[in-house]
Every structure is written in structure tokens, then in C-alpha cells.
């Protein structure tokens, strides 16, 4: 439920496992999760690191396979079978990660990065002037303005202006779900917050699902509806982000809370 209203599952798993390895080299990174994620739902998965955060993204992203377990994709067993279904796929699923830095070809300049985006979406035949407005409106949406950047390499702009742009990639791919794994964990604190608040505008505004993946459950508290707790490859706890948050029952999420100590009371800044 959100407002109000019941929400339609755009992404389940059961059973979902992966296994690197084998024999002795055997490692579990994700084990038996069941999910489900809504659409126009804010979720997040909290976990230190190596609990399998990044391993599920993959899986979820269709980029490795499942050793076990089924994915449906809108109410229907996920079909990425062959490199066709896969691009169908992601059609529906996109994703920004870290690393802004590594997500862009740094030989391809702003426009051009943009421009794939509106000829992936199929609207490859729209005149030129209105690709140029396509352009100018997404890049309204982050804050950054278009006819600055359209000369620019990717290498000549700021960590938090990149994570903006493949910001305004996703406004212009409005794919059904956002995969952020860490978007905000490279860029300061005012960045942070900006990127934030842009993922929530635009889950309101396309009623986009956002998978957000973080090690910081403070963050998780204030941006999310639901939130799962991941340790060693298992969801130890799911839930309302303030029930889950606010009372705890796994020894791994108060062991997480209690490195934040403060999450919920106001700060105290005199004292710093
Ligand atoms: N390609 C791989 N081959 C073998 N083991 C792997 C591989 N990828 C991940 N693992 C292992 O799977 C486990 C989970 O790793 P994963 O990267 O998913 O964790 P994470 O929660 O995303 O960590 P971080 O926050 O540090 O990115 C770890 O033990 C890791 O060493």
C-alpha cells in the first residue's frame, strides 16, 4: 500500500539463489530470498558488504544467471532467454551505480549519450528539433542545462553533475524499474541528497519502481517505503522502513542501527 492505494507487484523472486564456484571454492552470495517489489515503490536492500547486495543487482539486471529459484517480471516468469528477450528486458529495467566515473563511454560526448537514449526507446525518426527539446527537458528535470553541456566529454563534469545526467538518462528512458546500486556513495553530502531527492521526483512522477542498494540504513530510513535486510546472502528481515527501522527484531539490523546512532532523534550540532 501506498497513499492509500494497493500496489501492483512488478517484481518477485522466490527462491532466488546464486552459487559461485565450486567444491571447497564454493561461495553462496545469495540464499533462497523471496521479494517482492511494487510498482512506484522505494525500496530498499541494507547490508554490510559482502552480504550479496551487488550479486542480486546482477541477477535482478538479467547480467549473470540464477543458480536457483524464479523471477517474474509483471506478473509473468521473467523470459531473457536469448539477447532479443534481454533487450526487451531492459527496456523495462535500468540501472546507475556507483561509480560515475566507470558508467560512461569518455569518448562519447553528453549529447550523444543522450541521443542513444532516445534512439533506444525507439523514437529514432523524431525531427531533430524535437530530440534537441527531449534533450533539454530531461536535462531540466536534474538541474543541468543542456546547451552548456552539449560539446562535453563525460571526464569534464563534476562527480554529482554525471550521476545528474545518468539521472536524466533514466527521466528519458522512464523504464518501469531503477536499479541504483550506491548512486550517491562517490559524490559529498549536498549532492547526495540533491540525487535523492531527484529519484524520488521522478518515482512520483512516472510512478518508477526504485531498487535502492545501500550499506547505510540511515539513508535507507529516510528514503524508503520498504526496506530488506540482507546478511550473508538472506534477507534476515523485510518490511515498512519505519516498522522495520524504528523496531527491529533481527540481531543483525539492531547491530546496523546501532551504528547509527542517532537515525531518529534530532542532531545535536552544538556538540560537534
Ligand atoms: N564473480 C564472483 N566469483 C566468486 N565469488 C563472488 C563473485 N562475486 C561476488 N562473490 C562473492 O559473493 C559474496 C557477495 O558479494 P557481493 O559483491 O554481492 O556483496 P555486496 O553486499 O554487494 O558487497 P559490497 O557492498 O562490498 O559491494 C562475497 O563473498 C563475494 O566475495
Redesign the pocket.
Known sequence: MRDGKELKPCLSGRGVT?V??FGD?K????DHVDFDFHEGEFVSIV????????????MLLGL?SVTEGEIDFQGKPRDISNGKKKKEYWKGIQAIF?DPFASYNMFKRVDSVLLDCINMRGDKNLPKEEKERLMTEACSFVNLKYAELTNKYPFELSGGQMQRLMIARIFLLKPKILLA??PTSMIDACSRATILDMLLKLRDEINMTIIF?T?DIGLAYYVSDNVYI?EH?KFVESGPAEEVILHPTAAYTKRLISDVPKIYEPWDLTTV
Open positions: 546464486k559461485f564456484g571454492a561461495t553462496v552470495a545469495v547490508g554490510e558488504s559482502g552480504s550479496g547486495k551487488t550479486t542480486l543487482s546482477k549473470i556507483q546500486d550506491e542498494i550499506h540482507m546472502g
